[in-house]
C-alpha cells in the first residue's frame, strides 16, 4: 500500500516537473524530424532511418532516465521530504519501488506521446514507420527506461545532492553510451587474440544499453551488421529462447540496480 502511495505521488510530482516536459518536446522533435527528412515511405525491419533512431534513442533515454530520475531521489533528501517520510512506516524497498514505478510511468507517458505524435503526423504525410516498427521501437524504449531507471536509483541512492548525481550520471552516461566503445577496442587490444570473442561476450553483459541494442538490430532483421565476435550474441537473441533469454538479463540487470539502491539507501537511512 505504501508503494502505491509513493507511485502515485512520484507520478504528480513527475508531470509538474517542467524539465519532464523539456524532455517531451525533444524526444518528439527530434523523432519527427527524423521521420519527415526520410524518403516518403513507410518504413518496416532494419533501416538506415530505423537504425538512426535507435541510436538517437540510446543517445537521449538514458541521459533523460538518469537525470530526472536521480535528481527525484536527491530532491527528496534537500527538500526535507524523505525526513518527514521516514517518520512513518515506511520501508527503503517500498519507498524506492514506489519512485521506480512512479517515474517509469512518467517516461513512458513522455516517450508514448513522442512516438504517437509521429505516427499521427506519419499518417497525414504519408510516410513514416509501419505500426508494428513504430510499436517495436516502443518497446525499445521502454526497455532502456526501465534497465536505466535501476541505475538512476543507485546514483540517487550514492548521492548527497542534485550536484553530486548530475556528476555521477553524466559520467556513467559517458562511459556506457559514448566512451563504451573506444574503450573496448582500446582494452581488447591488451587481450591475446583467442581470448578477444570470449572477453567481448562477457563484458556486453556489463553494458544494458548494449545488450538491448544487440537484441533490438537482431530482431529487426539486421544482425548481419555485427561482426564475427558477437555471433554467439547473434545466434542467441535469434533463436526461439531469445527473447526468453532477454527479459531474463533485463530483469536481472534491473533486480541487482535496484537492491543495491536499496542497500545504499538503508545504509546511510541506519547511519542518520
Known sequence: MHMYHIARRELKMGFRNPWSYS???????????????QSRSYLEGYTYTTGTMLTLVLYLLPLMTILLSSFSLTAEKEEG?????STYSLTTTSFLLGKYFGQALVLIVIICFGYGLSGLVGIIIGAGFTFSTLLF??????????MFLGIAMLIGAMSKNRWQALTLGVSIWFFLILAWPTLLISV????????????????????PAEFVRLFSVVWLGGG?????????????FDSPFGAVGFVTLCFIWISLTMLAAIF?????????
Not at 524532455?23 to 527528412?37: D, E, S, Y
Not at 587481450?191 to 553494458?207: A, D, E, R, S
Request: charge should be positive; include cysteine; hydrophobic fraction near 55%.
Open 81 to 85: 521530504s524523505w525526513q518527514l517520510l
Open 188 to 207: 581488447l587490444s591488451f587481450v591475446p587474440y583467442t581470448w578477444i570473442k570470449p572477453v567481448l561476450q562477457v563484458v556486453t553483459l556489463f553494458n
Open 264 to 272: 545504499v539507501w538503508e545504509r546511510k537511512r541506519s547511519h542518520d
Open 137 to 146: 521501437l516502443l518497446s525499445f524504449s521502454i526497455c532502456i527506461i526501465l
Open 23 to 37: 524532455f517531451m518536446a525533444l524526444f518528439t522533435l527530434f523523432t519527427l524530424a527524423l521521420m519527415v527528412i
Open 224 to 236: 548481419s551488421i555485427f561482426g564475427p565476435e558477437y555471433y554467439k550474441w547473434v545466434n542467441w
